[in-house]
């Protein structure tokens, strides 16, 4: 083609790539020029020319789009657009008219996934301005978008999952609350892998989903987030305290909180999202201790002491009884407290994703029970033979 022969002499360093593109072309090989083009609009050397990504998309990509499978098509001018407005070529505002006029003018051809991955690429583009307006598209976008992602199934590219969280994801990051930005987070991550992120990339991240998963509301469930490899980022780095309080919080150990806290005091204070529900963290904290010892005490014997919680969650014995409530109150566990007995009777505790240790222990409780069991059954077996 004209345009590759022309742009090969113009860019001398990309010459060789544009000629198998062009080669690819002209022997109809549609699926490795699919490929070649998302390896090229990728790659740094072309990135670093955001006119010759404009003109690749103008001059050539349009010419062979309706050969193309359209989701691949989708991505790859999403990546062409993006890397333009990267380069400062084009403003981030023009990258969003360039793909929202995409789905407009071809929504018929492209189908329900490749569109909605183009309105997500314009909804990350307009974050990035992050004034009023755009958070109120955004959130729009994302709310329109929502019953498309319900009726998507297991065999959808997850390419299509992987931009609309990272869109929520920055969206609540803006706007919080902290919890919806943390389940927006842990979706991403479902889809993406953290190793495949700029690794300054994955450390915000990871820094990001700690602070969200402490200070978060209704968020008692940190198995979910550290059987994910994310938290791996913050090693060896200034944050990597964080890191280790997750574990802290999700072992629910209130000595090794205190003792973490004591020695990242002043980090801690920099954190406005810690520093602001410092007192709703201590009792995070407790009641994550509470729901500990209910799990680690065989169900046939979960009628727990005032004492027993008091010392696994220090603090003072008067101050039980609101503890066992307020984990009630948030469904973290059920049960009936006897202030005569000064018992807690708990019957039920909410199901988490458990880590390493406290699978071990499980294992122990259902050794243990087996082991219950064929005592039993051996007990009844001899009472038996003596009956008949």
């Known amino acids: 083609m004209d345009f590759v022969e022309t742009q090969a002499q113009a860019t001398p360093e990309v010459a060789e790539d544009l000629a198998a593109l062009g080669e690819l072309f002209s022997k109809k090989l549609y699926h490795e020029l699919t490929t070649a083009l ?42 062409l657009v993006v890397g333009a407005v990267d380069s400062t070529v084009i403003s981030a505002q023009e990258g969003i008219e360039r793909l929202k006029k995409a789905v407009e003018d071809k929504r ?15 909804a990350l583009l307009a974050l990035r301005g992050a004034d009023a307006n755009a958070l109120e598209q955004v959130k729009k976008a994302l ?26 994801s920055d969206y609540r990051k803006l706007v919080g609350p902290p919890e ?40 008692y469930n940190f198995g979910e987030v550290l059987a994910t490899p994310i938290l791996d980022a913050l090693n060896h780095t200034p944050n ?7 574990r802290i919080f999700a072992a629910g150990d209130v000595d090794a909180f205190n003792d973490c806290l004591g020695k990242n005091k002043d980090e801690y ?30 169900a046939h014997q979960r009628a ?26 948030l469904g973290l566990v059920k049960g009936v407290i006897d202030e005569v007995a000064q018992v807690v ?22 050794d243990t029970l087996s082991s219950k069991s064929l005592k039993a059954h051996g007990l009844i077996a001899e009472q038996t033979a003596e009956l008949l």
Request: charged share 25%.
């Open 38 to 79: 998302r390896t090229f609009v990728q790659s740094d050397a072309a990135r670093q020319r955001g006119q010759l990504l404009l003109d690749l998309e103008e001059k050539f990509l349009s010419k062979v789009e309706a050969k193309l499978n359209q989701l691949q098509y989708a991505m790859i001018l999403g990546d």
């Open 108 to 122: 018929g051809r492209l189908g329900a996934e490749p569109s909605l991955y183009l309105e997500m690429e314009a």
């Open 143 to 168: 709310e329109e978008a929502k019953p498309t992602m319900d009726g998507l199934t297991g065999t959808t590219d997850t390419a299509v999952f992987r931009k609309y969280y990272a869109a929520a």
């Open 180 to 219: 919806a930005f943390y389940r927006a987070a842990l979706s991403l991550l479902s889809y993406a892998s953290a190793d495949d992120m700029p690794l300054n990339k994955r450390r915000i991240l990871a820094t990001d989903v700690a602070l969200a998963a402490l200070s978060g509301e209704g968020v």
């Open 240 to 246: 990597a305290w964080l890191g280790d309080l997750l």
């Open 269 to 298: 204070l920099k954190q406005p999202a810690l520093r602001a529900k410092a007192p709703f963290v201590k009792e995070k904290i407790a009641l994550l201790a509470f729901m500990n010892l209910v799990f680690e005490t065989p």
């Open 304 to 329: 727990i002491s005032f004492q027993a919680i008091a010392s696994r969650a220090r603090l003072d014995l008067d101050h039980v009884e609101w503890l066992a409530m307020r984990a009630m109150a």
């Open 345 to 366: 009777e708990v019957s039920w505790v909410q199901p988490r994703v458990l880590d390493a240790g406290q699978i071990s222990h499980l294992i122990e409780q259902i």
